[in-house]
């Protein structure tokens, strides 16, 4: 198998708006990152970059310090990974919008997504951000400036004004922000190249397009997370964008964080055909027609969703995505390397039955005698409590155990919030089902009171 790639650079993207790694467990993953074939980091700081002055108040509670942004910088450079820093300034701005101090700058005023492109304040604001996030990466060659999914635009009242003028249209609205924002970038570093999703620029006529003057300032990021990517369509769209002036376009696929926003363990077979298609449209292209690819790996699906897949859980799809870019395809040598490499037996990982789901569900003496009907009326034949309870307790033994060794890996990994949010999400809700099956079963198999004798009170005088 070739071990030839299309794609100069191979981005690991690190989405921190969900469960932020710690530092400690940054530097022993980013030399896996670069022995598995990386060569570059894409960081979406969001809340967890270290804002100062008037920003301080877009702080997560465990955001990274500034010490902490430098020792993360010290640490892909020694593994050879060039960091990109990626900061929203349209679309997906919940964690500055949803803050009273900024709510003004809203598109629309009762959804913290979009920021309002007519207010200069707004200009000023993404610009501020973007200054101290320069600022903390001296060596940065591109900033990511998001830009993607910018709902509503077009929808609030300023817009709708501005819309109402001739020749004003919600896609040349979009363009003006995206040139006002790349060009500041431009102007505070001359050497920085700003980078944008591109699926606001997709359905856009060329000519506006090209005279837009965005071709010249930004350099496009094609995405597509599916598992049946149009090659043919991505290709004519590349086209289109070399038509208008882009000089270089990247691609993203998806290593986790795109199957479902509760997915718990990435469907490494569909991560991987996803990256099998982007092989197919660099291929189909000149050769370097995409300067890189950025293997997209989500924690939330935006600002306010759950949590996706744990960064840990989609190292496996991580190794075989990054190897199939590597060596072309994914036949068996290769994944048994990954699955060496990564010291596991198997790659096909599924999301697994809960253990509780089967017992509450799947087991014939719950479901047939201590169903909700039963247990609503503490109904239950006592020698089904026999058939039950031991199953139960047995199980609860099990998954306490579990529990502890879980909370315990994930601390290792993970700040106190995504520890409490995943066990929450995830864990305790199948816990608590069975607590309340076992104590449900206490009530009913209790043996009854003795009854109270009619005739005189045993302590009274003869």
Known sequence: MSGSTPFQMRLVHLDLKGAPPKVSYLSEIFPLFRALGANGLLIEYEDMFPY????????????????????????????????????????????????????????VGSFPCTLNPHEAE???????????????????QRLHIGCDEVYYLGEGEASRRWLQQEQNSTGKLCLSHMRAVASGVKARRPSVTPLV????????PEDQLAASGV????????????????????????????????????????????????????PVEH???????????????????????????????????VLCELLPAGVPSLAACLQLLLRGGFDEDVKAKVENLLGISSLEKTDP????????????????????????????????????????????????????????????AFYPDAVEEWLEENVHPSLQRLQALLQDLSEVSAPPLPPTSPGRDVAQDP
Not at 65 to 85: C, D, R, T, Y
Not at 123 to 140: N, R, Y
Not at 197 to 204: E, F, P, Q
Not at 217 to 242: C, F, I, N, S
């Open 353 to 412: 039955v809960s253990s509780v789901d089967a017992l509450l569900e799947g087991n014939r003496y719950v479901t047939g005698w201590f169903s909700p009907y039963h247990r609503q009326r503490k109904l239950i034949h006592p020698v089904m409590v026999q058939h039950i309870q031991p199953a139960a307790l047995s199980l609860l033994a099990q998954w306490s155990t579990l529990v502890q060794e879980l909370e315990a890996a994930l601390q290792l």
């Open 122 to 140: 707004s200009l000023a604001l993404v610009g501020a951000m973007i200054d101290q996030v320069l600022e903390l990466h001296p060596g940065a």
């Open 197 to 204: 999703w591109d699926d606001m620029l997709r359905d856009l």
């Open 215 to 266: 071709p010249q300032l930004v350099e496009p990021v094609l995405w597509d997370y599916t598992a049946d990517l149009d090659v043919h369509g991505k290709v004519l769209l590349m086209q289109k964008y070399r038509r208008c002036g882009f000089p270089q376009l990247w691609a993203a696929s998806a290593f986790k964080g795109a199957t479902g926003p509760s997915q718990a363990v990435p």
């Open 271 to 305: 991560h991987l055909r996803n990256h099998v298609q982007w092989l197919q449209v660099a291929g189909s292209g000149p050769t370097d027609s995409l300067q890189g690819i950025i293997l997209t790996g989500w924690q939330r699906y935006d600002h306010y969703s």
């Open 52 to 107: 100062e002055g008037p920003l301080r108040l877009l702080r997560a509670k465990y955001a990274y310090s500034p010490s902490e942004i430098k020792e993360i910088l010290h640490l892909a450079g020694l593994n050879e990974l060039e960091v990109i820093p990626l900061v929203q300034t349209f679309g997906h701005m919940e964690f500055v919008l949803k803050h009273t101090a900024f709510a003004h700058l809203r598109e």
